[in-house]
């Protein structure tokens, strides 16, 4: 059993920082990549930014000089730094694995709970 447990969130005034972590727990035998993705209420989940077991990352055009992601393969961490915070970033932030539990299995997705962050203007 795979569990994703985010945690971070929070309010802040616009301008401000947070910082996201996900720690992946359960059997695990590999992590191809983590990322986080967001989504506001009236919204679909989008994005925010991806990084690879190699450190390969990707972002959002939304957030590109502001957030920063980042990953710890030992401890099947990954954090996401939020500088710069607007309103607009405002939504549930949720953490996403692609990750194969056995060596003989698929590589499967799994997703945390969410954690709000709510940015004030």
């Known amino acids: 059993q795979v569990q994703l447990v985010e945690s971070g969130g929070g309010l802040v005034q616009a301008g401000g920082s947070l910082r996201l972590s996900c720690a992946a727990s359960?059997?695990?035998?590999?992590?191809?990549?983590m990322g986080w993705y967001r989504q506001a209420p009236g919204h679909a989940r989008e994005l925010v930014a991806t990084?690879?077991?190699?450190?390969?990352?990707d972002y959002a055009d939304s957030v590109k000089g502001r957030f920063t992601i980042s990953i710890d393969n030992a401890k099947k961490t990954v954090s996401l730094q939020m500088d710069n915070l607007k309103p607009e970033d405002t939504a549930v932030y949720y953490c996403?694995?692609?990750?194969?539990?056995?060596?003989?299995?698929?590589?499967?997705?799994?997703w945390g709970q969410g954690t709000q962050v709510t940015v004030s203007s």
């Open positions: 996403n694995a692609d990750l194969r539990p056995s060596p003989w299995s698929a590589v499967k997705d799994y």
């Open positions: 990084i690879t077991g190699f450190g390969s990352t």
């Open positions: 359960g059997t695990i035998f590999s992590i191809n990549g």
